[in-house]
């Protein structure tokens, strides 16, 4: 994947750039992600059945270039939240009553992401789907672990800040994405769009702070944004010169 991230579009351009209008868009993008890890080995999916997602905002800038009405290449600059929860708790009984103890441990690293996507587009001028799908890559840049205890009543939280570089946590982190939305011309230029995406990253990432094992992110964002378009110039048609007939 490494090798070919930086390919891809710019082969599957060269095929259409000469016969399609080319347009430009800028804008935005915001939502909520659902993070959480995943793993191929069987033990560790013991463990991770007791982990749930981590809540987060994620947000990014847009750039697409499209070519004709069905087909662009959007790259993205994105800032997202990665990790995952786990809660443990037990409860004894006092007076007939049961009163719960117990822990809320979340691990969470900021990442920014550059993800580079292919988009498939349907519909009329004034409403669209769309299909995207493409790599990702990531760099972590900060964590931290946050812990909340509750026991008759829930304690404030507290946070440590992880030093990525000590417990040897891979920063650089490739993956995939993929997605469906939907998007409205909102004016003479502007479109407002919704998307949901899957993403799934293929770095493993080794010491994981709470438990030692090896795992990998993966996430559900569902994101809103407005994009503004300009640009359009169509295919300039070839000139048939013409022949002056001699004069009698």
Do not use: C
């Amino acid at each position: 994947m490494k090798k070919h991230f930086g390919i891809i579009a710019l082969t599957l351009s060269s095929i259409v750039a000469s016969d399609a209008q080319v347009t430009y868009g800028i804008g935005i993008r915001a939502g909520l992600r659902l993070s959480n890890i995943n793993s191929t080995s069987e033990v560790v999916d013991v463990l991770t059945n007791r982990f749930k997602n981590m809540k987060s905002v994620e947000w990014g800038l847009v750039n697409e270039v499209s070519f004709g009405k069905h087909f662009a290449i959007q790259p993205e600059l994105v800032y997202a939240k990665k990790g995952f929860t786990l809660q443990e708790g037990t409860s004894f009984e006092v007076f007939n009553t049961d009163i719960p103890v117990g822990a809320k441990v979340t691990t969470e690293v900021s990442y920014l992401e550059i993800p580079l996507l292919l988009k498939g587009k349907w519909g009329n001028d004034f409403i669209k789907g769309y299909v995207i799908g493409g790599p990702s890559v990531g760099y972590a840049m900060d964590g931290n672990i946050a812990t909340r205890l509750q026991a008759l009543i829930t304690l404030d939280e507290w946070k440590t800040n992880l030093n990525l570089d000590a417990i040897n946590y891979k920063r650089w982190d490739w993956g995939a994405v993929a997605g469906i939305g939907t998007e409205i011309r909102a004016g003479s230029h502007g479109q407002i769009f919704a998307d949901a995406r899957y993403q799934y990253n293929f770095t493993t990432l080794d010491n994981i702070p709470v438990i030692d094992l090896t795992l990998r992110n993966q996430g559900i964002t569902l994101s809103a944004g407005y994009k503004y378009t300009f640009g359009g110039t169509p295919k300039k048609s070839k000139r048939i010169p013409q022949v002056r007939r001699p004069s009698a």
